[in-house]
């Protein structure tokens, strides 16, 4: 009987000094809610008229989203913004004011900058704009291209602040009517530019060029014609060398990679 007693006494003193505790600690703990796989949708451009050609880049849980559209009569680049993951947007911003078309805007982000590349298009001609933010303010636009091109797209290395900026587009050949996939590069976060050069030395057709950046290297492919039908290829720029240019595809007459 005396054991039985110390045995209930034992465990109503390890209920009290320890259990009931442990369990008013641990309902004590704040729990943060999980968010949803995926928030509420709602609309980033607030014109009425058609908007598209939506692209983004982030940093952190910043997010940069700009498009094009016609609520003024002709295209024009508009740029909205988030500091929270997308939970709250900033107002609209007019990124161009342009008689011509401002279409196939893209963006690149590092961790001090925003690179905007995009089309000014007009009856006869079609060429490549940049302007930056700095953090304070855009910079005046400048001219990349030299002749009908068209289709940009941008991507910067992640090594910060020694990242390297590249850009590719499209050129029309006028008297040939060629296509010829352009590339560019800043390493001074866009003040200066390399000469516009082909992505491949050949003689044939090269269009639809796309980039990604690693941390260090810049990886360009495209649509290529030197079989005689389309194909894709891939060619790895690094900060010194540019590596041998490779076949991606198998089947014939691919496109838009
Ligand atoms: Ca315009």
């Known amino acids: 009987m005396q054991k039985q007693v110390q045995a209930f ?3 109503t003193t390890l209920f009290i000094c ?25 609309p980033i451009s607030l014109g009425k008229m058609l908007s598209s050609e939506s692209v983004s880049c982030s940093i952190e849980d910043r997010v940069y989203v ?29 990124l161009t004011n342009t008689e011509g078309e401002s279409v196939q805007p ?37 001219k990349l291209s030299d002749g009908f091109s068209q289709h940009p797209k941008i991507a910067c290395t992640l090594l910060f ?24 590069r800043s390493n001074d ?28 290297d810049a990886y360009i492919v495209w649509s290529d014609d030197r079989e005689g039908n389309w194909q894709i290829y891939t060619r790895k720029w690094g900060e010194v060398q540019v590596s041998d240019e490779i076949k991606l595809s198998v089947l014939p007459n691919c496109n838009a990679p």
């Open 106 to 142: 893209a963006l690149a982000c590092n961790m001090r900058y925003i690179f905007l590349v995009w089309t000014e298009k007009t009856e006869n001609s079609s060429e490549i704009y940049l302007k930056k933010w700095d953090g304070t303010s855009w910079s005046q636009e400048i």
């Open 9 to 11: 006494n034992y465990i």
């Open 189 to 216: 976060n866009g003040n200066t530019f390399s000469d516009p050069k082909p992505i491949t030395e050949g003689l044939w057709d090269t269009k639809e060029p796309a980039i990604y950046c690693g941390t260090r």
């Open 66 to 94: 700009v498009w094009s559209d016609n609520r003024t009569g002709n295209r024009e680049i508009f740029l909205r913004y988030s500091e929270d993951g997308g939970e709250t947007w900033s107002v609209e911003e007019q």
């Open 18 to 42: 320890y259990v009931i505790p442990f369990i008013c600690f641990c309902k004590a703990i704040p729990t943060k809610a999980l968010p949803p796989f995926w928030t509420q949708s709602q």
């Open 161 to 184: 602040p020694e990242s390297y900026l590249y850009i590719v587009w499209e050129k029309i050949i006028p008297d040939s009517n060629r296509t010829i996939a352009y590339m560019i």
